[in-house]
């Protein structure tokens, strides 16, 4: 992959108290959100709060009951050229089982006024140029979104929607997908990525829109989302730690089971401490699970379809262990 | 709209259905213009049935030998319709074609040019056979096998035909958009359903003036071939044939075109 980056003109989402009514169910509830050219931004919530749907509706196959939902400030009906500007992967099964994956992004490079030779610029790009003349019924999920990806990108549009891009990716795949969303975000183009899990996309996006029954939760930067930084402390004496870290100028709180939190990222400092005090340190950890629980806090009880992928695993305690375990979140 | 037709044919093109189609077309051609050149060429008396007489001209008997197997290629034809639009909503790939077009009316129009083309494709490949065998079963048997120009005609109606069957068969598909319940009730209702009460109704004074316009009775009247004696039909002349045939094409097609552009795709 290059780095060389061409920047492209920017293409804002803009969704605007957008609702979806089918029968007496409210899929998605007056939902109002942007999202920004040259940034990641992840779309999130539980299954079934209407993430889909609202992709749906922002590509022109669903009708909204009312609100609007624009790309480049135009609906995806009315553009010109959809394939130069929106490209998307909805769902890993849209193949033919008797048609080669090649001869799908044929299909669609036809319907776009494109060559043949950008389709296979595309399956080289996303590492099937083989397996891609095979039909599509003897897919693996892996080569299944691979080859949305490659249909996404094959008018080299200005904005990708795309749907859970990671189920079913090894955990090799996940990481390829991570700096191949990089690259292409590096480029100036608008990226929304939709997830169930916030432990698969906390690594690679920049700006979040989490919505649960259809209705926004929460949106911003990640960065704000992350809350002020800070290190979890367990000892045999909470309270005279706490009271110890008072003098050297920490603020530090009880936390859960014991644990105290304390307002600053330096660990020695926190070790030092104690140390003085003549306190045991029995662990000593940076706090990064902000996100995740704010995630299920604001998401927790409110999902529809109870008993789906609503459970995880416990968020690692350090950054750099993550990406070593991200297979294992699926 | 040139590039949304170029993808409905690659469509067509890029599946093993098309060859299999094309071989059977061929094949049903080649076959019943040969059973039927020979039969039609026979003395009848009547048979030990009783069966009625079959009634015709020169040009009529060698129509109807060219299009012998245009019953089979209709109906083959009826099942392309329903698959280009029924296969789509089977495996998800709607999705993609009204992403790469997102103005419906526009890839729908395109899916009514490819199947009007690919009607006439699999019309000359029928033809291909039907002539070539009946040609030389009617020279056997010491008939002219090009009466008269309106041979011509006959060859070229058959091929529209086809064409609209097809259409015939996009709007079954949207209609029931189960593949397989599309193709077993469209193929049920056009081979047995529709011939059985048109030769019914035939029989009753207050409804046989609508048989003519049953589609199955359009596509004869088009090609113009022998009548059976003694039959209640009037088929009407092939131009008015034409024409309500293709007023059946137009009406299914745009009325499936009319559901797909209100649909919710998901």
């Known amino acids: ?330 | 709209m040139g590039a949304a037709i170029r993808s409905e044919f690659r469509k067509i093109f890029t599946t093993r259905l098309w060859w299999g189609m094309a071989i059977g077309i061929f094949v049903a051609g080649a076959l019943f213009a040969g059973f039927f050149g020979w039969v039609l060429t026979s003395d009848q008396p009547g048979g030990p049935g009783g069966g009625p007489a079959l009634e015709g001209d020169a040009t009529q008997v060698v129509n109807s030998v060219y299009t012998a197997g245009l019953g089979v290629g209709y109906l083959l034809l009826l099942t392309m319709g329903i698959l280009q639009i029924g296969s789509e909503y089977r495996h998800k790939t709607i999705t993609a074609t009204f992403l790469a077009t997102p103005k419906r009316v526009r890839a729908m129009l395109a899916k009514v040019v490819a199947l009007l083309g690919i009607g006439g494709v699999y019309g000359l490949i029928s033809l291909l056979g039907s002539v070539a065998v009946g040609a030389i079963v009617l020279t056997l048997r010491d008939v002219d096998p090009f009466p008269s120009t309106e041979v011509l005609r006959t060859l070229a109606l058959s091929l529209l035909a086809l064409g609209l069957w097809a259409l015939i068969g996009l709007g079954v598909g949207i209609l029931i958009p189960n593949q397989v319940a599309a193709i077993l009730v469209g193929v049920g209702v056009a081979w047995i359903v529709e011939p059985l009460l048109g030769l019914g109704l035939s029989y009753v004074d207050a409804a046989k003036d609508v048989v003519p316009y049953f589609p199955s009775n359009a596509t004869n009247a088009m090609v113009n071939g022998v009548t059976q004696g003694g039959s209640q039909v009037d088929y009407l002349p092939w131009w008015a044939g034409a024409l309500v045939l293709a007023a059946y094409a137009a009406a299914l097609s745009a009325f499936g075109t009319w559901r797909t552009v209100r649909q919710d795709i998901s």
Do not use: C
Request: hydrophobic share 35%.
């Open chain 1, 1 to 330: 992959m290059t780095t060389t980056a061409q920047r492209t003109d920017g293409a804002r989402i803009e969704v605007r108290d957008l609702t979806k009514t089918f029968g007496s169910f409210t899929a998605v509830d007056h939902l109002s959100f942007e999202v920004e050219p040259g940034r990641i931004t992840g779309f999130l919530g539980p299954n079934g709060a209407g993430k889909t749907t609202t992709l749906r509706m922002l590509l022109g196959l669903v009708r909204p009951t009312s609100g609007t939902a624009t790309i480049d400030g135009r609906d995806y009906r009315d553009l010109e050229n959809p394939s130069a500007t929106v490209g998307s992967a909805l769902e890993s099964t849209n193949f033919h089982p008797g048609r080669s994956g090649r001869d799908h992004l044929r299909v669609l490079a036809a319907a776009g006024g494109l060559p043949d030779s950008r389709v296979d610029e595309m399956l080289e790009l996303t590492g099937i140029p083989a397996a891609a003349r095979k039909r599509a019924g003897e897919y693996s999920m892996g080569m299944r979104q691979r080859l949305g990806l490659a249909a996404a990108l094959l008018g080299d549009p200005r904005v990708l929607l795309l749907d859970e891009p990671s189920n079913g990716l090894d955990p090799e795949g996940i990481r390829w997908l991570r700096g191949f969303l990089r690259h292409l975000s590096s480029q100036g183009k608008t990226i929304l990525v939709s997830s169930h899990q916030l432990q698969e996309v906390q690594q690679t996006v920049d700006d979040v829109v989490i919505i649960a029954n259809g209705r926004l939760v929460r949106s911003g930067a990640m960065s704000d989302l992350r809350g002020a930084p800070s290190t979890i402390v367990r000892t045999s004496d909470p309270d005279r730690l706490v009271g110890a870290l008072r003098v050297a100028d920490v603020m530090a709180a009880a936390g859960d089971d014991g644990e105290l939190v304390v307002e600053t990222t330096d660990k020695r400092l926190v070790g030092d401490v104690a140390l003085r005090a003549g306190l045991p340190i029995w662990e000593l950890r940076d706090r990064k699970a902000d996100l995740e629980e704010l995630f299920f806090d604001l998401t927790e009880g409110t999902n529809r379809n109870l008993g789906d992928g609503a459970t995880s695993p416990p968020p690692p305690t350090e950054r750099d262990a993550v990406s070593g375990q991200e297979g294992a979140n699926e």
